[in-house]
């Protein structure tokens, strides 16, 4: 059965590398496919068909609720209820909000922002609303998080914001539909006021309720290099342990008070069962929490009518049901990370002898799926703990055994004896804070994590190599594991040759970070937008891409200007990774740093890669025209960024630096603004492309229609980062080859935006 549903797992897998959703014609060859696998009794093949058959189904009806183009940043009057808990940071509320009737052309599942912090919102809360959507859209880079295939996994077919004129009517305080939430969110409210002042409160509501938002980076960074960062998630392993002291509790009582004809097993299980599923709902129900209580449930099942059920037939039926529910699951890494290190016990404890030695036997444990695993973390993170097996000995019992049940007993006293549950969270945040001592000096160990990149072609012949290692004595062929293994242990970058460049212009929404690459050196130039602690493109964006690059180190940062849009992430990233120098014309904004001021004539070559500062020269009053300005030549090519320079500071360029102006691309200045790119300036750089990072639907309308005109009448092409991703820029001795990471990762969830 396991292997069958594996087969039906990987059908699923497959299709979600597609490009397009398929034709009824492809459909009907894969249903006739099917039908000559079943005949004869190939069932292996049938079962990947099948996967495949019930993916394309799923999609179909997912990319059915999209919202309709002609309805995009129009007014629109809606009525539903607030689904899930509502995240509310310093600048707007954020929520996913329900539809009471479908609309032609309107999806049912909307996130919303609202630009209200002092509203008071709830879970379950039914408004009247007038709001502003557009379709889903998210930024595109290679390395980074998909959010635009995130928002098609969870039914979200439009995006937008609530506009307060007219004025949004709440309708009634409660739907009956977010019941579990609604108290998930008054738990979370109640946390807030007695852990005001703690650092620990989001890990503690990240195994109370399942909510994470509120655990900062250094906390993320340290439990993610420490292998530990699957105790901040409701586990199985949780479930399983909550499950059994309910169980005990039951029995323990029903032997000395029960009065139904009923056996004390079957009590203890019907309790184990009722606590596991109040705990999951607490947990929101995550990927893990699913997993475990399926198979935790076929368990008692098997225990009530006395039938032996494999663990491993609990597992398959845990993963088949899932996948069943939906498919798209197979995109989240929780998915994976779950069922493997799961399944790695499985396969590595099932139907072997066993030392009985509880030490040895739960350190082989440890080491085994951390060495299994790694390749799906190099694979989602470009990080994998060497330290893990050591931080989890210690971790896992202490999180397990004291800390959840300690947090779990405070929240039911939350709302009968606040004093104990004070008392009780106070004591958790204290083990906590000494774990994470423990945990920091575990991983100041020498070589305690390795940041590494790996394709899916490298993980899936890892994948083969671990399974050749843990395989059982007496397996043939086992010394091939080195040879599978191999190639996710060398570095997969490619090498840029000397005397050339390869320059990436990220899609960072309504801002700009550019990424500029030689054999040896590596040169960020801005660094996007910041907005509170919920959303920095220099964490987000910037530190995935240059890792996965495998940058270890910034030769330098320029930050054009000051403005939060170019500036934002430049801490974020100056935490992440040594930066050795930094050039701003923001001085004051980055004094901690000791940055040198840009000034026009500064030049140094890297690689035989020539790059020159050709402004600021003289300062303006208005602080984009001081924007650094940087060319970057090659014998054959040349590109020249811009920053936010408007038309004075083009004009000054034009005056003084009229014979270093002219340049194959044009990063184009200020995304486009009717401001910038004058017809004096494009004559003189005369760029063969103008490349414009600018938002989906940003609300300055950038690129603006005029300076397309301009662009136009000097033969200019252009690309805009909204529509195609991030864009690749490689010279060669040809010159420069142009690519566009919206087209090379294209994905059937993706909506065109052209």
Same mark, same amino acid.
């Given at each position: 059965?396991?292997?069958?549903?594996?087969?039906?797992?990987?059908?699923?897998?497959?299709?979600?590398? +597609?490009?397009?959703?398929?034709?009824?014609?492809?459909?009907?060859?894969?249903?006739?496919?099917?039908?000559?696998?079943?005949?004869?009794?190939?069932? /292996?093949?049938?079962?990947?068909?099948?996967?495949?058959?019930?993916?394309?189904?799923?999609?179909?009806?997912?990319?059915?609720?999209?919202?309709?183009?002609? /309805?995009?940043?129009?007014?629109?009057?809606?009525?539903?209820?607030?689904?899930?808990?509502?995240?509310?940071?310093?600048?707007?509320?954020?929520?996913?909000?329900?539809?009471?009737?479908?609309?032609?052309?309107?999806?049912?599942?909307?996130?919303?922002?609202?630009?209200?912090?002092?509203?008071?919102?709830?879970?379950?809360?039914?408004?009247? $609303?007038?709001?502003?959507? &557009?379709?889903?859209?998210?930024?595109?880079?290679?390395?980074?998080?998909?959010?635009?295939?995130?928002?098609?996994?969870?039914?979200?077919?439009?995006?937008?914001?609530?506009?307060? &004129?007219?004025?949004?009517?709440?309708?009634?305080?409660?739907?009956?539909?977010?019941?579990?939430?609604?108290?998930?969110?008054?738990?979370?409210?109640?946390?807030?006021?007695?852990?005001? @002042?703690?650092?620990?409160?989001?890990?503690?509501?990240?195994?109370?309720?399942?909510?994470?938002?509120?655990?900062?980076?250094?906390?993320?960074?340290?439990?993610?290099?420490?292998?530990?960062?699957?105790?901040?998630?409701?586990?199985?392993?949780?479930?399983?342990?909550?499950?059994?002291?309910?169980?005990?509790?039951?029995?323990?009582?029903?032997?000395?008070?029960?009065?139904?004809?009923?056996?004390?097993?079957?009590?203890?299980?019907?309790?184990?069962?009722?606590?596991?599923?109040?705990? !999951?709902?607490?947990?929101?129900?995550?990927?893990?929490?699913?997993?475990?209580?399926?198979?935790?449930?076929?368990?008692?099942?098997?225990?009530?009518?006395?039938?032996?059920?494999?663990?491993?037939?609990?597992?398959?039926?845990?993963?088949?049901?899932?996948?069943?529910?939906?498919?798209?699951?197979?995109?989240?890494?929780?998915?994976? $990370?779950?069922?493997?290190?799961?399944?790695?016990?499985?396969?590595?404890?099932?139907?072997?002898?066993?030392?009985?030695?509880?030490?040895?036997?739960?350190?082989?444990?440890?080491?085994?799926? !951390?060495?299994?695993?790694?390749?799906?973390?190099? %694979?989602?993170?470009?990080?994998?703990?060497?330290?893990?097996?050591?931080?989890?000995?210690?971790?896992?019992?202490?999180?397990?055994?004291?800390?959840?049940?300690?947090?779990?007993?405070?929240?039911?006293?939350?709302?009968?004896?606040?004093?104990?549950?004070?008392?009780?969270?106070?004591?958790?945040?204290?083990?906590?804070?000494?774990?994470?001592?423990?945990?920091?000096?575990?991983?100041?160990?020498?070589?305690? /994590?390795?940041?590494?990149?790996?394709?899916?072609?490298?993980?899936?012949?890892?994948?083969?190599?671990?399974?050749?290692?843990?395989?059982?004595?007496?397996?043939?062929?086992? *010394?091939?594991?080195?040879?599978?293994?191999?190639?996710?242990?060398?570095?997969?970058?490619?090498?840029?040759?000397?005397?050339?460049? &390869?320059?990436?212009?990220?899609?960072?929404?309504?801002?700009?970070?550019?990424?500029?690459?030689?054999?040896?050196?590596?040169?960020? %130039?801005?660094?996007?937008?910041?907005?509170?602690?919920? %959303?920095?493109?220099?964490?987000?964006?910037?530190?995935?891409?240059?890792?996965?690059?495998?940058?270890?180190?910034? @030769?330098?940062?320029?930050?054009?200007?000051?403005?939060? @849009?170019?500036?934002?992430?430049?801490?974020?990233?100056?935490?992440?990774?040594?930066?050795?120098?930094?050039?701003?014309?923001?001085?004051?904004?980055?004094?901690? /740093?000791?940055?040198?001021?840009?000034?026009?004539?500064?030049?140094?070559? *890297?690689?035989?890669?020539?790059?020159?500062?050709?402004?600021?020269?003289?300062? %303006? +009053?208005?602080?984009?025209?001081?924007?650094?300005?940087?060319?970057?030549?090659?014998?054959?090519? +040349?590109?020249?960024?811009?920053?936010?320079?408007?038309?004075?500071?083009? &004009?000054?360029?034009?005056?003084?630096?009229?014979?270093?102006?002219?340049?194959?691309?044009?990063?184009?200045?200020?995304?486009?603004?009717?401001?910038?790119?004058?017809?004096?300036?494009?004559?003189?750089?005369?760029?063969?492309?103008?490349?414009?990072?600018?938002?989906?639907?940003?609300?300055?309308?950038?690129?603006?229609?005029?300076?397309?005109?301009?662009?136009?009448?000097?033969?200019?092409?252009?690309?805009?980062?909204?529509?195609?991703?991030?864009?690749?820029? $490689?010279?060669?001795?040809?010159?420069?080859?142009?690519?566009?990471?919206?087209?090379?990762?294209?994905?059937?969830?993706?909506?065109?935006?052209?």
């Amino acid at each position: 059965m396991l292997l069958k549903v594996f087969c039906f797992l990987i059908g699923i897998a497959i299709f979600q590398y +597609s490009s397009i959703l398929p034709s009824i014609l492809i459909v009907a060859v894969l249903i006739g496919i099917a039908g000559l696998c079943g005949w004869k009794a190939y069932y /292996y093949a049938l079962s990947v068909i099948l996967g495949l058959l019930w993916a394309i189904a799923y999609a179909h009806y997912v990319a059915s609720m999209p919202l309709a183009a002609e /309805y995009e940043s129009v007014p629109i009057e809606v009525t539903g209820y607030i689904s899930g808990i509502p995240i509310k940071n310093s600048l707007y509320w954020r929520f996913d909000f329900i539809l009471h009737k479908k609309l032609s052309g309107i999806p049912k599942k909307l996130r919303l922002n609202w630009y209200q912090t002092q509203q008071q919102l709830h879970a379950g809360q039914v408004w009247q $609303l007038t709001v502003k959507l &557009k379709r889903p859209h998210g930024m595109l880079n290679p390395h980074t998080f998909d959010y635009e295939g995130y928002l098609f996994t969870q039914g979200i077919g439009a995006t937008g914001y609530v506009r307060n &004129k007219p004025a949004a009517k709440l309708l009634a305080d409660f739907h009956t539909a977010e019941f579990i939430n609604f108290w998930r969110q008054n738990i979370s409210q109640r946390l807030d006021i007695y852990l005001a @002042d703690s650092a620990q409160l989001g890990i503690i509501k990240a195994l109370a309720i399942g909510v994470r938002k509120q655990i900062s980076e250094s906390q993320w960074n340290l439990y993610r290099q420490t292998g530990t960062v699957h105790l901040l998630a409701i586990s199985g392993l949780h479930i399983g342990l909550i499950a059994g002291f309910a169980y005990w509790i039951g029995n323990f009582i029903w032997l000395r008070t029960g009065i139904l004809q009923l056996s004390a097993i079957n009590v203890g299980i019907i309790t184990a069962f009722s606590v596991s599923i109040i705990y !999951a709902s607490l947990a929101g129900w995550a990927i893990s929490t699913q997993r475990a209580v399926i198979m935790l449930i076929c368990g008692m099942l098997s225990l009530i009518y006395q039938r032996h059920l494999k663990i491993s037939h609990r597992f398959a039926l845990a993963l088949l049901i899932i996948l069943l529910i939906n498919p798209l699951v197979v995109l989240n890494a929780g998915f994976w $990370l779950s069922f493997t290190a799961v399944g790695l016990i499985l396969y590595t404890q099932s139907q072997r002898l066993h030392t009985s030695n509880k030490f040895i036997l739960s350190s082989k444990i440890h080491l085994i799926t !951390a060495f299994g695993l790694a390749p799906i973390l190099l %694979f989602q993170f470009q990080t994998v703990s060497i330290s893990a097996p050591i931080a989890n000995f210690i971790a896992v019992p202490i999180v397990s055994l004291i800390i959840v049940p300690l947090i779990l007993l405070a929240v039911v006293n939350l709302f009968i004896f606040p004093a104990l549950a004070t008392q009780l969270l106070n004591i958790t945040a204290k083990l906590l804070t000494w774990l994470e001592f423990i945990l920091n000096k575990i991983n100041q160990l020498p070589f305690a /994590y390795w940041q590494h990149t790996a394709d899916i072609t490298t993980v899936l012949l890892a994948a083969i190599g671990i399974g050749l290692v843990l395989a059982p004595k007496g397996v043939p062929a086992r *010394w091939l594991a080195g040879i599978f293994m191999l190639p996710i242990l060398l570095n997969s970058n490619e090498k840029i040759p000397p005397n050339n460049f &390869k320059l990436t212009l990220l899609d960072v929404g309504q801002g700009l970070a550019t990424v500029v690459q030689t054999a040896q050196h590596t040169l960020v %130039f801005d660094t996007g937008v910041r907005h509170g602690n919920s %959303f920095n493109i220099g964490k987000m964006v910037l530190l995935p891409f240059l890792r996965a690059e495998g940058v270890s180190k910034l @030769d330098m940062l320029i930050i054009s200007h000051a403005d939060n @849009d170019h500036i934002g992430g430049a801490e974020a990233l100056i935490s992440g990774l040594p930066v050795q120098q930094i050039y701003t014309s923001a001085l004051e904004k980055l004094a901690q /740093y000791n940055p040198i001021a840009c000034a026009n004539g500064q030049t140094w070559r *890297w690689d035989g890669v020539l790059f020159q500062m050709l402004a600021p020269s003289k300062k %303006f +009053s208005k602080r984009n025209n001081n924007s650094c300005v940087l060319k970057i030549s090659t014998a054959n090519a +040349s590109i020249l960024l811009t920053g936010d320079i408007e038309a004075p500071a083009e &004009k000054l360029l034009v005056q003084t630096q009229a014979a270093q102006l002219a340049s194959t691309i044009l990063i184009a200045p200020h995304h486009g603004s009717k401001t910038s790119s004058s017809m004096e300036f494009l004559r003189q750089v005369a760029p063969e492309w103008a490349l414009i990072p600018a938002g989906y639907k940003n609300k300055f309308k950038f690129p603006h229609a005029k300076v397309l005109r301009r662009y136009q009448r000097q033969n200019i092409q252009w690309l805009i980062t909204a529509n195609t991703g991030a864009i690749t820029v $490689l010279s060669d001795t040809q010159g420069l080859e142009i690519n566009t990471y919206r087209q090379q990762y294209q994905r059937y969830w993706q909506i065109s935006k052209e």
